[in-house]
């Protein structure tokens, strides 16, 4: 290899993610190791550190090619000081990981949350395609965001911006969220979201779709609501609708304070695809101004599993920018 | 005078305000001077032009005392080129003001939105006290907003970022806005708004304080409705209640997502002072996530018609520093 690349690294609750990209943000190439969880999680960055190094030796890279190290991680993140405040997936608790990284590799290190960082993948290579202005919303367990503006992160005062899930949609009785709050956006448009709503009803309608699929299968999934809207049937239709004109709403609402280009959608909610977008594409244009309605693009996103590590080597790339 | 110092300029429907402010941001000296507004305003920029040079050397400074000029415009304005778009009350359409303010006095200019620099000069010298992170809302006839984020004012794609006013507050019945939209935030919470909110109330208490306001002059304003709320009359109350209600509603959901240090209220109604935050907060702490409610502080403007010269200041700082 004669490229100098970046080095991504995603890191999840069961594995870890890691690629080298190059400095237009292709991956040159992508590998896993898994999670070492054990004993609070103080082996991760070693066995990350050493895959790294083994894997540009086989690949003969040259370590002056290795430019920098951007790390996407879960939990709440001092992004200043590189010092993950609480990880409780992984154990981590006030752990300095830029500079463990930094001084293991002899490589500049960066690292955010991994919602932020997903987002600047999208941005960089994704669906957002470069633009400045861009959210990104995850649909998965829980609902997850990324803001970016003016082509930087949006970290907030105490690194808690991007928190979208927890958007108020239902204000009186909506249920429990973890937050501590009740009626979040996460609620009602999360995977788990859609399937409890579809739990609520689904015994309104004996013979419908859904209670079939809850007698065949003891429960109903998000996935199933989608396959029964996609299908025409009513009762999935109706809880479509009801999510997605809460999550137009409150796209809607940042719409009108933020300006972005484009919003873009991802996680496992997400693969309900161009069904999804229309429906919330409706709900949008109700609550957005007019001209932002027009100029806003809505799009689910492309990177998969990739968004992490691509995001996590664009931050790499801007932090040896500067 | 031996100092350095910038130009801010705040251009108004009436007056343009112009001030000469230092370095740390204490204005030198201020005056204002009418708004030429005859033949579609092409004497504005030249009138500010000559004022500014006219001020300056009565006043001692030599020209390269002044180091750059910036200015706040109402209107809708491309930030990158320097040129308004469009300013209804100047008669300005595609006015590269950039352009001629440089030409004009051979400085440096930058421009930007009017709430934008309002925001910006509450950010370095009012109520924000240097906060990086901050919405600033000013409640006058509209409701008009200002996003700051990483330190930097947020413009967003086509420069519409701000638009907090046209947030939707009511989702279904709501007020028609001149935006075209119904139920927008500034139906319920500028001035005009809460003075329509009492009108259309008042009549179900003909014995109330409001009542009386409205046989002796005609109509009920804002003003009055806070004035009742203070002498603790129900109905002004239950307004002041609804309208804070939205208030809190729409600033939690966007601190949720941008996580500001502090929240700035301005404009006419922000003279209600304690009484309104305090219900805002009430409203505030209900929708954001615990953590936010906790580290967000709301606050009055301090500035009041000067954080349009000490924000453009800003800007003209901003600009030579780059």
Redesign the interface.
């Known amino acids: 290899m004669n490229k100098n690349v970046f080095v991504g690294v995603d890191i999840g609750g069961t594995t870890v993610k890691l690629a080298f990209i190059d400095e237009i943000g292709t991956i040159q190439h992508k590998w896993e190791i898994k999670t070492a969880r054990e004993e609070a999680g103080k082996y991760i960055l070693r066995d990350v550190s050493e895959s790294i190094l083994t894997q540009a030796k086989e690949l003969g890279f040259k370590k002056s090619q290795l430019l920098a190290v951007g790390v996407g991680a879960p939990g709440y993140i001092d992004v200043e000081n590189g010092v993950i405040i609480e990880a409780v997936n992984l154990g981590w608790k006030n752990y300095p990981i830029q500079k463990e990284l930094e001084d293991r590799l002899q490589l500049p290190a960066v690292i955010d949350n991994d919602a932020n960082v997903a987002a600047a993948g999208e941005k960089w290579k994704g669906a957002g395609n470069g633009?400045?202005?861009l959210l990104a919303i995850t649909l998965g367990t829980g609902v997850g965001?990324g803001?970016i503006?003016?082509g930087?992160i949006?970290?907030?005062?105490?690194?808690?911006?991007?928190?979208?899930g927890?958007?108020?949609s239902v204000?009186s009785g909506g249920a429990s969220c973890n937050?501590?709050?009740t009626g979040c956006l996460e609620t009602v448009a999360s995977a788990t979201g859609i399937a409890r709503l579809a739990m609520e009803s689904v015994h309104t309608k004996p013979q419908g779709y859904l209670k079939r699929i809850l007698d065949e299968h003891g429960n109903v999934s998000a996935k199933d609501v989608f396959d029964g809207a996609n299908q025409g049937d009513e009762l999935s239709l109706s809880i479509v609708r009801d999510s997605t004109e809460h999550l137009g709403?409150?796209m809607?609402?940042?719409a009108?304070?933020?300006?972005?280009?484009i919003i873009v959608i991802g996680g496992g909610v997400s693969r309900a695809g161009t069904l999804l977008v229309n429906y919330i594409r409706q709900s949008f244009d109700?609550?957005a101004?007019?001209?932002?309605a027009k100029?806003?693009t809505i799009k689910i996103a492309t990177l998969g599993n990739d968004a992490g590590v691509i995001g996590a080597a664009w931050l790499a790339k801007q932090k040896s920018a500067h």
């Open positions: 633009a400045d202005n965001g803001v503006a003016g930087e949006v970290h907030g005062e105490i690194g808690m911006a991007g928190e979208i927890h958007i108020t204000k937050c501590g709050k709403f409150a809607a609402n940042l009108n304070a933020l300006n972005p280009e109700k609550y101004i007019p001209l932002i100029s806003t």
